[in-house]
């Protein structure tokens, strides 16, 4: 009996192997919103700490800042004097101890409808009152606010004769009043660190 060669596989059989269909590419499409996120997260907390290490930007170059009436300055060889060890002051205290000159500097909280003339007027009343020598009335800015400054002599022509300088600016409800005071000799010297210390001034 011959030999035959064997037979091809029934209809049917077992089918070729497909070839594996691709998966989604889901991870691919959603990771760069993630990562985007991500850095935006980042960024903004690395911001956050910068800043609160370096302080107030404002402040910045600032010697001297006044959380009680919000304010930085610029006051280099004044030596502030916030609070006292005998008496808490009602304002800060700069003092310049080779002559015993001082800025003093306080914020008031102003009623509604009063403004920089009303402030003005009050403490000029009541220095005509006390008898000094007050004079007129300048017009300035300081920090980009308008501001009122004027002279006072006190017992002028006396030996213990001193000099006020009084600039007074109003903003967002407060009154801020600023006081060079100092000794009739050494009153014009300290007018070029007054300004400076205004010219550095800085809302907090």
């Known amino acids: 009996m011959g030999h035959f060669p064997p037979l091809p596989p029934?209809?049917?059989?077992?089918?070729?192997?497909?070839?594996?269909?691709?998966?989604p590419r889901r991870s691919a499409r959603l990771s760069v919103p993630v990562l985007l996120a991500a850095l935006i997260v980042t960024a903004t907390l690395v911001a956050v700490v910068a800043r609160?290490?370096?302080?107030?930007?404002?402040?910045?170059?600032?010697t001297v800042e006044s959380a009680r009436f919000g304010y930085c300055i610029a006051a280099p060889g004044?030596?502030?004097?916030?609070?006292?060890?005998?008496?808490?002051?009602?304002?800060?205290?700069?003092?310049?101890?080779?002559?015993?000159?001082?800025v003093r500097i306080?914020?008031?909280?102003?009623?509604?409808?009063?403004?920089?003339?009303?402030?003005?007027?009050?403490?000029?009343?009541?220095q005509t009152e006390d008898a000094t020598d007050v004079g007129q009335v300048v017009g300035r800015r300081v920090a980009g606010v308008e501001a009122a400054q004027w002279?006072?002599?006190?017992?002028?022509?006396?030996?213990?004769?001193?000099?006020?300088?009084?600039?007074?600016?109003?903003?967002?409800?407060?009154?801020?009043?600023v006081q060079l005071l100092a000794d009739a000799g050494g009153f014009d010297t300290r007018l070029d660190d007054l300004e400076a210390i205004l010219r550095s001034w800085t809302f907090r």
Do not use: K, N
């Open 151 to 177: 002279d006072v002599a006190i017992r002028p022509g006396s030996p213990d004769a001193r000099r006020i300088r009084e600039i007074v600016f109003v903003r967002d409800g407060t009154a801020w009043r």
């Open 106 to 126: 306080v914020a008031i909280d102003l009623d509604g409808g009063q403004d920089l003339d009303v402030v003005v007027e009050t403490i000029r009343s009541i």
């Open 52 to 62: 609160w290490a370096q302080g107030d930007p404002g402040c910045g170059t600032s």
């Open 10 to 23: 029934p209809p049917g059989g077992e089918p070729e192997p497909e070839a594996p269909a691709e998966e």
């Open 78 to 102: 004044w030596r502030f004097v916030p609070q006292p060890r005998t008496a808490r002051l009602p304002y800060d205290q700069l003092v310049r101890p080779a002559d015993a000159s001082t």
